[in-house]
């Protein structure tokens, strides 16, 4: 474990023995759940429930104990956030169809028997698949997605045990808040209609005390750009990197509103996509984040008391591993940067448009620039 230095939508609880009983049929059936590619069932029961390969290897974990916990799930190639404060639990994704078993276990295992909240971040497979699964066995009092309907047989699905439970899936506003026990989660984004299911992605802020953590889904740059113009509040310790690490997101614009100390990739083993890909790792290495990754160290959580953090991983990985862009770039992240106090650009010293001497402001590291007001050259800072 490594320590780290350091309106609101009620959630009523009405009809919760209805839907109680809802779910108890739903769990007695066996329903097929063909996904998006034919893929299997609704486990029946909690003795059907296939187990979470991370759970045996839980003793071996550093156990976080804050009153905030944010639970990486490692579900492969997609993603699950289960959120537990002060007792009351919220889950923002679920993985693919096929981890709906994995991820039931895994908040079997932390003790949920309700979900304040579910989030699908957006209607992909590998976001949306896991929930169906997870809104059959455990009662919730609010459904959100950025959208109602979707052609996909997985996303259908999700819909369906929702009304199972008795309730519709809602699709919140930008500026919603809610509250999780004595966290707050906002609603920042999207602040757009896009094309892209990847930048509907439904964009939370997670704050206890002095300490915060950003949800994004899939976002991607052109909804990261809006989001960062709309002057919503996105400075965040731990960022939950976008798109599993795609070059695709976590533009230098957006990253340097967020300025993370930690990101957080949820990705798989070997995975098609390359994911995380290179570009992403360098801009996070000049930016001086300490990069965390599901495929090489598992299940990831971050606890805070509201001003500290401790991170529990299920396997180590060095950090060469994590991030392993060239040593020999990564050595422009601690060497001085240059500012020009005319434009409020910052560079690196090799940069052939610096400027004149008598303009020049030097600065010591990346976030000193970031935070004194100055963005990064695009020229030599790619």
Same mark, same amino acid.
């Given at each position: ?22 779910? %108890? ?5 066996? +329903?097929?759940? =063909?996904?998006?590619?034919? /893929?299997?069932? *609704?486990?029946?029961? @909690? ?125 919140? %506003? ?5 509250? +999780?026990?004595? =966290?707050?989660?906002?609603? /920042?984004?999207? *602040?757009?209609?896009? @094309? ?187």
């Amino acid at each position: 474990m490594e320590n780290w230095k350091e309106e609101k939508v009620n959630a009523p609880k009405k009809g919760l023995w209805q839907r109680l009983a809802a779910l %108890a049929a739903a769990a007695a059936l066996v +329903l097929s759940l =063909a996904g998006c590619s034919g /893929l299997p069932s *609704v486990p029946g029961g @909690s003795a059907d429930v296939v187990p979470n390969p991370s759970a045996s290897a839980a003793a071996a974990v550093d156990t976080v104990d804050a009153p905030l916990e944010v639970h990486f799930i490692d579900v492969g190639q997609a993603l699950s956030v289960l959120v537990e404060c002060d007792g009351q639990f919220m889950l923002y994704d679920g993985g693919n169809v096929d981890d709906g078993s994995l991820v039931v276990s895994y908040l079997q295992s932390q003790g949920v028997e309700q979900l304040e909240y579910v989030f699908c971040s957006h209607a992909h497979e590998d976001h949306v698949g896991g929930l169906a699964a997870a809104l059959a066995y455990f009662p919730a009092y609010h459904v959100y997605s950025p959208v109602t309907d979707a052609s996909t047989k997985c996303f259908q699905d999700f819909v369906k045990y929702t009304q199972q439970q008795g309730l519709q899936v809602e699709v919140p %506003a930008v500026g919603t808040m809610w509250p +999780l026990g004595g =966290a707050t989660v906002t609603m /920042l984004g999207p *602040v757009a209609q896009y @094309s892209d299911t990847n930048d509907t992605s439904i964009v939370l802020r997670i704050d206890y005390g002095s300490t915060s953590f950003l949800l994004t889904g899939d976002m991607e740059k052109t909804a990261e750009t809006d989001l960062v113009n709309s002057g919503a509040n996105l400075r965040a310790e731990v960022l939950q990197v976008g798109h599993h690490g795609s070059s695709t997101s976590t533009s230098y614009l957006f990253l340097n509103a967020v300025l993370p100390e930690m990101g957080i990739i949820s990705c798989g083993v070997n995975n098609k996509y390359g994911h995380p890909h290179e570009e992403t790792l360098s801009i996070l290495r000049d930016a001086g984040v300490d990069v965390y990754r599901t495929d090489l160290q598992g299940t990831i959580t971050i606890g805070s008391d509201g001003q500290n953090y401790t991170v529990g991983t299920e396997h180590f990985a060095a950090d060469s591993a994590l991030n392993p862009t060239d040593p020999a770039a990564s050595s422009t992240a601690q060497q001085a940067y240059i500012g020009n106090v005319n434009s409020k650009k910052f560079h690196l010293p090799t940069c052939p448009n610096l400027p004149a001497e008598k303009n020049q402001i030097l600065f010591s590291s990346y976030q000193e620039a970031v935070e004194a007001g100055y963005t990064p050259c695009s020229s030599c800072i790619k």
